[in-house]
């Protein structure tokens, strides 16, 4: 074999890549190797192989998935660095959303006070047609806005008024890096049709404690401590559980939204 061809071990010692490592990139495509010799099976790169084997272990610092370290890989260098960079300011973002949940958590004893605006009231038996989706956080507020305006023109569409409150629930804690369901709900009267993925449904009568979220908490980090306080104060009325998923209402009592809970009392 001429010295034109590197054997694998040679290879992953130049580009710093173990055997493993080597033996996955191949199995994936994104690394195959020049030429196997079919009756010992080794492997040989050729050295101009070297440069991709060396960006893709870079690239593979930085976490990045198989399947983007491919397409990264077969971009020309100006169209990676753009990637990248968009990439990065992603990674950036996140990190921030993430050190403002931490920041949330650390103060989220209620030194604002807003325990002390929580109330209680009964909530009658509500029909609403509503959407239930899975998303993060960071896509919450576009499912809210479209979902809204699909569900409105529904309404419209079926004769029926379509000025009634928003309704958004949260059947799990959902972050910038964990998703989980929501559903969104207009309330409506009379019949209407679902259609596509519109439902309708009743929201049985309930006692829901609530707080009318003040300005500059109705975004994160700061709604989180909404949610603590509602939760402080259940946590400090024995008779009084929590039953189901909370939810924001949207006009709020003389706030832009409320976070509620229902409860037994």
């Known amino acids: 074999m001429a010295r034109e061809h590197?054997?694998?071990?040679?290879f992953g010692a130049a580009a710093r890549l173990s055997p493993k490592a080597l033996r996955l990139y191949a199995e994936q495509g994104l690394l195959p190797p020049a030429w196997v010799d079919p009756a010992t099976g080794y492997r040989y790169y050729r050295p101009d192989?070297?440069?991709r084997a060396r960006l893709i272990a870079r690239l593979r610092r930085?976490?990045?998935?198989?399947?983007?370290?491919?397409?990264?890989?077969?971009?020309?260098?100006?169209?990676?660095?753009?990637?990248?960079?968009?990439?990065?300011?992603?990674?950036?973002?996140?990190?921030?959303?993430?050190?403002?949940?931490?920041?949330?958590?650390?103060g989220s004893s209620d030194g604002s006070g807003l325990a002390d605006a929580v109330a209680?009231?009964?909530v009658p038996v509500t029909k609403v047609l509503g959407r239930r989706r899975r998303t993060d956080s960071t896509a919450l507020h576009?499912?809210?806005?479209?979902?809204?305006?699909?569900?409105?023109?529904?309404?419209r569409a079926c004769g029926l008024a379509a000025d009634g409150p928003r309704f958004v629930f949260f059947e799990d804690l959902i972050t910038p890096d964990s998703d989980g369901y929501v559903e969104v709900a207009v309330a409506c009267g009379g019949p209407v049709e679902p259609v596509d993925d519109l439902h309708v449904r009743l929201v049985p009568a309930h006692t829901a404690v609530y707080l009318p979220v003040p300005p500059g908490y109705q975004s994160l980090p700061l709604i989180l401590r909404v949610y603590d306080a509602i939760e402080a104060w259940t946590d400090a009325h024995p008779g009084v559980v929590c039953t189901g998923h909370p939810y924001e209402i949207y006009p709020g009592t003389g706030?832009?939204?409320?976070?509620?809970?229902?409860?037994?009392v």
């Open 120 to 122: 209680q009231r009964d």
């Open 255 to 264: 706030s832009r939204f409320d976070v509620a809970y229902p409860v037994a």
């Open 142 to 155: 576009g499912l809210m806005n479209t979902a809204e305006q699909d569900i409105r023109a529904q309404l």
């Open 49 to 51: 192989q070297l440069p």
């Open 6 to 10: 590197l054997l694998a071990g040679e």
């Open 62 to 106: 930085l976490g990045l998935p198989l399947a983007r370290i491919a397409a990264l890989a077969d971009l020309s260098p100006q169209d990676r660095a753009l990637e990248l960079r968009g990439w990065l300011h992603a990674q950036r973002c996140l990190l921030d959303d993430r050190a403002a949940v931490v920041e949330a958590v650390q």
